[in-house]
């Protein structure tokens, strides 16, 4: 089954769900057989469910979250009112023993992560255990779905409302029959998810003994990513918060996605503005995001390099975009082994395209078990091409701005990419590569650094060609916020290590699309800023 059809099954799963839940507490509030309390708690689930939902979804990202952040409780409560209707249901012989005992465990079971889920973002401190039931749920989604949806807040599981009367024969009771099908495999989906979760969560504990290596020569910059994916103007909260966090943690660069066909010329000028009130004090790091779709296109599928005309439209707003914004680094495309991928093709080591997701996919070149990207089906040849004729244009335009080639997996498509853009015959002027925690956790970090190292020394040109951490993070909701805290450490004690490594971009100064970033909508500020601010005080001394 394609990892779209996956993805779309489970959210039609869950819409299932929903219709069920809404008739079952208008049922109960119908039936006047049904007891008093049962049908208070039906009712107010019912009732509750939709915008309790709606809530936790739009909380998740600073764009949206600030104004729901203060009532993200409000899913949480409803998912535990949930569970003590299915609890007292089954308790009270109102429901079926074969529909509310299973449904009660699934309940009680997401009542528990959610809680836990919503302290832990809170900044309550929570225990290995429950931290565990919490990385098991997104490890049970993913391994249902995709990979990315560790990180993607509208893919999750949906509490279930047990029948308040008993069902009939017929459409009702098949239906009821199938719920309670779909709870206990969640459930038992769950349960088969926590060894491997307990795993994830301990396994970055590796990280917390490394050592940064200092460099003579002051050659490393760290720095964070910062805004959503720019296609229009700024955010203004995005503005200030992004700016103020990156003051307060002290970095040396700031890196930026741009949508560059959706960019218009008086948005590029507006953040122009914005960005040379930090110009000189810190590096710039313009990334464009091909994966969105391309306005004038038949549709958003469509690859976004097919042929000269589109290469050269394409080439011209990179100059374009150089020529406004003057940045210091251009990425003329984001991980280009995956853009134009029939279905989703982002992997988990790659959180700047979400819309891309993917399972990780695994190929000869690279050592067993190393996350990648799923494949595109657009040529190699042509995606050099076009990151050729984007370097000449960005080179003619600001001889000053260097190009760096993004390798966003580690796939055989990505190994061949990486082998002719460190080559001395690439016009690119670095290296920029992606080291992300999988659902293996700190395991699937180190994988992608052996690989990395295979690379260096299977490629002599390489080390002539500096090379960058492009992305660089952690999953603070999935395998708690010291897992992404270790994260970052880890990675910065592999890349200062590494002489040829430059630099370190952390992603993501605050949540967006997903919750990866350095602070959360409310803007409390996770223990993953505190690392890369002692980071760059000891590398600094």
């Not at 430059?502 to 699309?513: K, L, N, P, Q, W």
Request: proline share 7%; aromatic share 6%; charged share 15%.
């Amino acid at each position: 089954m394609k990892l779209q059809q996956l993805a779309i099954a489970h959210l039609a799963l869950c819409a299932v769900v929903l219709l069920w839940d809404l008739w079952t507490a208008g049922r109960a509030a119908q039936l006047r057989s049904v007891p008093r309390p049962l049908a208070a708690l039906s009712g107010l689930a019912g009732l509750l469910i939709l915008p309790a939902l709606a809530v936790h979804l739009l909380s998740g990202s600073l764009l949206t979250g600030r104004a729901f952040a203060s009532i993200a409780w409000i899913w949480p409560l409803t998912v535990v009112l949930v569970a003590l209707q299915a609890i007292y249901a089954t308790t009270r012989g109102v429901a079926s023993p074969l529909i509310g005992i299973p449904i009660a465990i699934y309940d009680l079971l997401l009542a528990i992560i959610y809680v836990a889920a919503y302290l832990a973002d809170t900044g309550y401190p929570i225990s290995d255990p429950l931290l565990t039931l919490v990385a098991a749920e997104r490890g049970a989604i993913a391994m249902s779905t995709f990979s990315a949806a560790l990180a993607l807040p509208w893919y999750l599981y949906i509490p279930v409302i047990a029948p308040s009367a008993p069902l009939r024969r017929g459409l009702t009771g098949t239906a009821g029959v199938a719920v309670t099908a779909m709870a206990l495999g969640w459930a038992g989906l769950i349960a088969s998810a926590l060894p491997g979760a307990s795993r994830a969560v301990q396994s970055y504990e590796r990280f917390a003994a490394e050592r940064l290596r200092e460099r003579p020569e002051r050659d490393f910059t760290i720095g964070i990513k910062i805004f959503p994916t720019l296609g229009d103007l700024v955010p203004t909260s995005s503005v200030q918060r992004d700016l103020a966090i990156a003051d307060s943690i002290g970095t040396q660069a700031l890196c930026l996605y741009l949508s560059p066909r959706g960019a218009s010329p008086g948005a590029l000028r507006a953040l122009a503005e914005t960005l040379d009130g930090v110009r000189g004090e810190r590096k710039i790091i313009i990334a464009l995001d091909l994966s969105r779709p391309v306005p004038g296109m038949a549709a958003a599928r469509a690859s976004v390099v097919t042929d000269s005309g589109q290469l050269a439209a394409l080439a011209r707003d990179a100059a374009r975009i150089v020529r406004i914004l003057r940045p210091d680094y251009l990425v003329p495309v984001l991980h280009p082994t995956a853009v134009g991928a029939t279905g989703a093709a982002w992997s988990v080591i790659t959180p700047g395209s979400l819309d891309r997701s993917g399972p990780a996919a695994f190929d000869q070149s690279a050592p067993a078990d190393t996350p990648s990207l799923a494949v595109s089906d657009r040529p190699l040849a042509l995606w050099r091409r076009y990151i050729t004729a984007a370097a000449r244009a960005a080179h003619s335009a600001s001889p000053d701005t260097r190009v760096m080639a993004h390798i966003g997996g580690f796939s055989s498509r990505d190994s061949a990419l990486y082998a002719w853009a460190a080559s001395r015959a690439s016009p690119v002027d670095a290296v920029a590569l992606t080291l992300f925690p999988g659902p293996r956790g700190a395991l699937d970090i180190r994988q992608s650094e052996r690989t990395i190292d295979s690379w260096l020394i299977a490629e002599r040109d390489a080390p002539g060609k500096e090379h960058w951490i492009l992305e660089a993070g952690g999953y603070p909701t999935v395998h708690g916020e010291l897992s992404q805290s270790r994260a970052l450490w880890g990675i910065l004690a592999w890349a200062t290590n590494h002489p040829i490594t430059r630099g370190v971009i952390a992603f993501e100064a605050s949540d967006y699309s997903t919750r990866l970033g350095l602070q959360t909508p409310s803007g409390r500020i996770r223990l993953a800023a505190g690392t890369l601010k002692r980071a760059i005080a000891g590398l600094g001394e």
